[in-house]
Each structure stands twice: as C-alpha cells, then as structure tokens.
C-alpha cells in the first residue's frame, strides 16, 4: 500500500527568506551564509510520523512569480499547507508581498481548495524586535483582513531563533498529519494515569528525528511557554550527543521550578515535564503502558 504523501509550498517574494527557513529546519546551518537566490521550483523530500512531506521551495523573483501566476498556476495546487514569507525588514516590498498573496489565494480558491495557510513575519532578529513591534502589527491586519475565509495563523520567525522556526512549520504540519490527534489522547491518558499516582507532571512533548514536535500537552500556558524556552537548548544539546555517538537519556532542571526527562526510543524523543519527579516511576509508567501504543501510531498506517 503507498503511503500518503503531502505537498508544503514555501512561497514569498524574492529575498524574504523561503530558503533559510528550510535550511534551518533541515539542520543545513552551513549554507545560511553563501544563500543565493531559489531558481524555479526546489524540491525535498521529508518523512514525518511515516509520511512523505514534499517542500516546494518557489523562488521569488519577478519572472519566477510571473509564471507561478499565469502559466504554471497549478504549482500552487494539491498543496495541504502553504507557508507565505514576508520580509519584515523590507518594508518598502509590504504592498507588493501583499498584493502576490492575494493573488496566490486567488489561484487556489478559484481551484477550490482550502490548503492551512502559515504566514511567517521573517527575519524579526532577536536585536530589532522592539524596532518592529508595530511593524508586524500592521502586517497581521493587512494580511489578516486578505486572509478572510482561510485557516492562517501568524508566526514571527527568525533563524536567529529556531524555536520560531520549528513552531511555525511543526503548527503548520499538525493541521493536516492524521496521526496527531491519536498521539494526543495517549499523551493524555498517560499524563491522568501519571497524576493518579502521586507524580507532578505537567506537561510532555514529542520530537522525531527531524527536531519538529509531533505533539506537545501541557497543563497551562506557563508549563507550556518555559518548556518551549527550554526546547532548543535541550535539542542541541542532544544533537552535540549524537554528534560524538549516540544519545538515550537526558535529565534537566531549571531553577528548581522545571524539571525534563527526556529519553529516545526509536526514532521519537519523549520529553516528560514536571516537578519534583520519581524519574523511575513517571518512565516506568510511560514505558509499560503508551510507549508501545505510541510506536504502534507513528509506525501504522492510518
């Protein structure tokens, strides 16, 4: 039987960043400083939770942009997820960029599709943050008011900061893989079982290999925010593990307040989050009773 397969599209004008977002997500950190500009149509190739993930990197300058609009529409169709770049540095291209998106959204619901749309606000570098604060405010009521009848969502991103990058994309695909829901109600069931037996935890998060959240449960926003802080730092450091071998096992503590195991089965790095933890028993229980069902999910085919 073949496996489903899904199309992202990563689109944008010319120089807003298309291709150092998924340099960044394919830990090609190398070629961020000798980027030329995207000829055509770049293809790669990812598995996700056991499914193909095809990114459609569309170059952005004029004559590129001019065929996608006319000649080679269907480029934008079959696609599950579209994630539009705008350069929020470069305000002098807002009109333009926003002028190509509607054009975009033209094409495909006049095809009749509904893809989820991702608009990232790029190249917001932690330095110039507070300087364009009201930048991306302005972007997301332009933008916002052209997105009318659409699922979007906003992401500022920057690969100074491969948290937003690997949130934006990790959302994106969670609106369409199958498997998520099936992983949430594990990861819930196992986060009642685990509080019925005395432990506190408050949160748990799914990595694979690709570094992108499979799926992420957390008892609050405050849970959720300092494990999302704490997230690249323990995938580095991880990555610098496996660099000198292999990695299995990690324990971290953050001002007495936060607490990670994180562990490797597989392919799937499990990261369990909470206080003041008995690390034997909360593995114990995840180990005995949903490791297995959450190998069964990500290895089966729905």
Same mark, same amino acid.
């Given at each position: 039987?073949?496996?489903?397969?899904?199309?992202?599209?990563?689109?944008?004008?010319?120089?807003?960043?298309?291709?150092?977002?998924?340099?960044?997500?394919?830990?090609?950190?190398?070629?961020?400083?000798?980027?030329?500009?995207?000829?055509?149509?770049?293809?790669?190739?990812?598995?996700?939770?056991?499914?193909?993930?095809?990114?459609?990197?569309?170059?952005?300058?004029?004559?590129?942009?001019?065929?996608?609009?006319?000649?080679?529409?269907?480029?934008?169709?079959?696609?599950?997820?579209?994630?539009?770049?705008?350069? +929020?540095?470069?305000? #002098?291209?807002?009109?333009?960029?926003? =002028?190509?998106?509607? !054009? %975009?959204? *033209? @094409?495909?619901?006049?095809?009749?599709?509904?893809?989820?749309?991702?608009?990232?606000?790029?190249?917001?570098?932690?330095?110039?943050?507070?300087?364009?604060?009201?930048?991306?405010?302005?972007?997301?009521?332009?933008?916002?008011?052209?997105?009318?009848?659409?699922?979007?969502?906003?992401?500022?991103?920057?690969?100074?900061?491969?948290?937003?990058?690997?949130?934006?994309?990790?959302?994106?695909?969670?609106?369409?893989?199958?498997?998520?829901?099936?992983?949430? +109600?594990?990861?819930? #069931?196992?986060?009642?079982?685990?509080? =019925?037996?005395?432990? !506190? %935890?408050? *949160? @748990?998060?799914?990595?694979?290999?690709?570094?992108?959240?499979?799926?992420?449960?957390?008892?609050?926003?405050?849970?959720?925010?300092?494990?999302?802080?704490?997230?690249?730092?323990?995938?580095?450091?991880?990555?610098?593990?496996?660099?000198?071998?292999?990695?299995?096992?990690?324990?971290?503590?953050?001002?007495?307040?936060?607490?990670?195991?994180?562990?490797?089965?597989?392919?799937?790095?499990?990261?369990?989050?909470?206080?003041?933890?008995?690390?034997?028993?909360?593995?114990?229980?995840?180990?005995?009773?949903?490791?297995? =069902?959450?190998?069964?999910?990500?290895? *089966?085919?729905?």
């Amino acid at each position: 039987m073949q496996s489903q397969q899904f199309k992202v599209i990563f689109t944008g004008l010319s120089n807003a960043g298309k291709t150092s977002i998924l340099n960044v997500l394919n830990k090609q950190f190398h070629k961020l400083a000798n980027l030329v500009p995207t000829k055509g149509v770049e293809r790669s190739l990812s598995t996700i939770l056991g499914f193909s993930v095809h990114s459609w990197d569309l170059g952005g300058q004029q004559t590129y942009l001019n065929e996608y609009l006319t000649t080679k529409q269907d480029t934008f169709l079959q696609a599950n997820l579209v994630i539009f770049v705008v350069d +929020i540095q470069d305000w #002098n291209t807002y009109t333009e960029a926003l =002028d190509y998106y509607q !054009k %975009v959204l *033209g @094409i495909i619901g006049d095809a009749g599709e509904q893809p989820y749309i991702i608009i990232c606000l790029h190249k917001m570098d932690p330095e110039i943050y507070n300087d364009y604060k009201q930048n991306a405010a302005d972007l997301m009521e332009m933008f916002g008011d052209a997105s009318q009848g659409w699922d979007y969502k906003f992401f500022i991103t920057s690969i100074y900061n491969r948290r937003s990058i690997i949130e934006a994309f990790s959302f994106g695909i969670a609106q369409f893989l199958p498997k998520k829901k099936s992983l949430e +109600i594990v990861l819930k #069931n196992y986060i009642a079982d685990i509080k =019925d037996a005395g432990e !506190k %935890v408050t *949160g @748990i998060m799914l990595w694979d290999e690709n570094s992108l959240f499979l799926c992420n449960i957390f008892d609050d926003k405050k849970t959720e925010k300092a494990s999302l802080n704490a997230c690249i730092g323990i995938l580095e450091t991880i990555e610098s593990f496996e660099k000198e071998g292999t990695f299995s096992s990690l324990f971290l503590e953050i001002n007495k307040e936060y607490q990670f195991l994180v562990r490797k089965v597989g392919k799937v790095y499990t990261t369990i989050v909470g206080q003041q933890l008995d690390l034997k028993n909360v593995w114990k229980l995840y180990d005995n009773n949903y490791l297995t =069902d959450i190998e069964e999910i990500i290895e *089966g085919s729905e």
